[in-house]
Nanobody, 114 residues
Framework: QVQLVESGGGLVQTGGSLRLSCAAS???????????IGWFRRAPGKEREMVAL???????NYADSVKGRFTVSRDNAKKNVYLQMNSLKPEDTAVYYC?????WGQGTLVTVSS
């Protein structure tokens, strides 16, 4: 059974940085390497939204709200995907989720204080 486990969330001040990690298990290295992985977030009272995508090719795609501040990367050997978040703003406060197809992690909470 495929599982995704996020970590790295926490409380940070405006302008600070955090690095989220998503560890995949239950899938082979070949499948992971050939998969597109996404980061999503759900802020209080809002719908879940896409934050960043990283394709199997290594290409990336970002929501306009995080372009230039967030960077998604992957380490296929470790079956991990990362989200480096810089210049954080209070509006980035949300639960951040890792996604692969229909599989979602449990989420990690990011709180940015003003």
């Amino acid at each position: 059974q495929v599982q995704l486990v996020e970590s790295g969330g926490g409380l940070v001040q405006t302008g600070g940085s955090l690095r989220l990690s998503c560890a995949a298990s239950g899938m082979g290295l070949r499948i992971f390497s050939g998969s597109d992985i996404g980061w999503f977030r759900r802020a209080p009272g809002k719908e879940r939204e896409m934050v960043a995508l990283i394709y199997s090719s290594g290409s990336t795609n970002y929501a306009d709200s995080v372009k230039g501040r967030f960077t998604v990367s992957r380490d296929n050997a470790k079956k991990n995907v990362y989200l480096q978040m810089n210049s954080l703003k209070p509006e980035d406060t949300a639960v951040y989720y890792c996604n692969w197809g229909s599989v979602w992690g449990q989420g990690t909470l990011v709180t940015v204080s003003s």
